[in-house]
């Protein structure tokens, strides 16, 4: 029988009646756990076990509140090997991207840890004759935390170690496909010692637990990392109640690969960014955009290299690219793999679902590559979310700047070349929020900002100091002496 997780309210793990499965996208008969199916009476005890708890929470100096996330990353630390395979059974990834995650996420919770001591407000000096004025950071209250399943662990942990540190309450609503490796999270948490109320976690259906969780009465603030419609929905809906918000959606990447580039370098971090983690990155490279005077040998090169690339169990050893996270995901990915051949563009490598043997079981699908690809074709407008690479040709530097900006989205983009100049005056014209030079476009780094322009994001940044806006006001303060 798999293991009932539950969810976990007002210091209590608490059963709802129902339950979902957690199954493993690689070999679906493989039930991962069960998980309580949270509802909206769930949300609303959660909430309000949050407000409870936050005027002692807040009140308590903000190095305290780290020593709990330092204990929970060395919870996590002894439990390294485990969640990492977790992550691979729940999500897909191989395991050393799990690993990489998980380790990301220890990382994460220290260095915010650290934040508890540097929490610093500001301090000018006054116009007026002996006034003193400056402005302490003060928490905002509950925190509604929405995470996706992609990364199932380090997203939970950039937004939670933030939002705690800062002395605010939260209530975790984790993605339903994937919500075992958040729940270890909590658990390193409550093993911490974390006082009662000021983690909850409810675990469940989007639709139902978002509408609950937005319209609770002692919610003051909401970040989400997921789909663009939900993102929109959320804004609508909190912008009613003058909630504040935190919206980390979509990406359409561009890799510009300019005729001076390495050539091995560039196909490299065009293969990293376009087809690890199985394309599933809000930070992948979805469009090549390649100068005419390189463009044939570098897809030459491509096609090559992403044939090496071997599909399967993340589990196993030597894989580089998992399955997708479900068979929803999968028929997505394929749907648009169709629509690119029927719009005209050339398929030169992969595109089809892997069904055989070893593959019978699982959402898997080839790594794959379109070839001229034009601007207005859907897959070179739309977010996949899967495997799939658009290759464009530009006709020089300017001409590839011009494709790359032109999209609604503006979260990650790289360049490859040689030329120090180039890069330069891409990094300022780039229409992102990220900028990689000679580097994939996925792969960020939690002590540095991370977000998104035009349509990709809204809201103050996440992930290092950047962080500490959200989950903040400042009190300012004039004293006469």
């Not at 090496?308 to 394929?334: C, F, H, N, S, W």
């Not at 349509?455 to 103050?460: A, T, V």
Request: charged share 25%; net charge negative; aromatic share 10%.
């Amino acid at each position: 029988m798999p293991e009932l997780f539950r969810n976990y309210i007002n210091g209590e793990w608490v059963e709802s009646g129902a339950v979902f499965e957690n199954r493993n996208p690689a070999r679906t008969d493989e039930v991962v756990g069960l998980f309580a199916r949270g509802a909206a009476g769930d949300m609303v005890c959660a909430a309000a076990a949050a407000e409870a708890a936050f005027p002692s929470w807040a009140a308590m100096n903000p190095p305290a509140r780290g020593a709990y996330l330092y204990r929970a990353a060395d919870i996590l630390e002894k439990r390294f090997e485990q969640i990492a395979a977790e992550m691979t059974r729940e999500e897909g990834k191989t395991l050393p991207e799990s690993k990489g995650e998980v380790r990301r996420s220890i990382n994460i919770f220290r260095y915010f840890a650290g934040e508890g001591s540097r929490l610093a407000g500001l301090q000018t000096p006054s116009e007026r004759e002996r006034v003193h004025t400056f402005s302490i950071r003060k928490p905002l209250g509950v925190a509604g935390l929405i995470t996706p399943w992609n990364f199932p662990i380090a997203i939970p942990a950039w937004k939670i170690a933030p939002a705690l540190v800062c002395g605010n309450t939260v209530v975790l609503k984790p993605a339903s496909a994937a919500p075992l490796c958040a729940w270890r999270m909590v658990e390193a948490l409550v093993e911490a010692g974390i006082p009662k109320g000021v983690v909850n976690f409810v675990a469940g259906p989007g639709g139902e637990l978002g509408s609950a969780l937005l319209s609770a009465p002692p919610l003051k603030a909401v970040s989400f990392t997921g789909s663009c419609a939900i993102g929109n929905w959320l804004h609508q809906e909190a912008s009613k109640r003058r909630i504040r918000i935190q919206l980390e959606m979509g990406g359409k990447n561009p890799a510009i690969i300019l005729s001076d580039a390495d050539l091995n370098t560039a196909v490299e971090t065009t293969v990293n960014g376009a087809f690890f983690a199985t394309g599933q990155r809000c930070t992948a490279t979805s469009r090549a955009i390649v100068e005419e005077g390189i463009y044939d040998r570098f897809v030459e090169a491509l096609v090559e290299r992403t044939r090496r690339l071997k599909v399967g169990d993340g589990l196993q050893p030597g894989i580089d690219v998992g399955p997708a996270i479900d068979e929803a995901q999968l028929e997505t990915v394929l749907r648009y793999i169709e629509t690119g051949k029927r719009e005209g563009a050339r398929l030169a490598q992969g595109g089809r679902r892997l069904t055989e043997g070893s593959y019978a079981g699982g959402y898997f699908v080839e790594p794959t590559i379109f070839t001229d690809v034009t601007e207005e074709m859907t897959i070179a407008r739309e977010e996949i979310f899967g495997p799939v690479l658009s290759v464009m040709r530009a006709r020089d530097y300017e001409d590839a700047v011009r494709m790359a900006n032109d999209t609604p989205f503006g979260l990650s983009a790289s360049i490859q070349t040689s030329n120090i100049s180039r890069a330069f005056d891409y990094i300022y014209r780039a229409e992102t929020g990220l900028v990689m030079v000679n580097l994939p476009s996925a792969g960020i780094e939690y002590q540095v900002p991370f977000g998104g322009t035009k349509d990709s994001s809204f809201g103050p940044k996440e992930q290092g100091p950047a962080a500490l806006e959200f989950y903040t006001d400042y009190k300012t303060v004039y004293l006469k002496y």
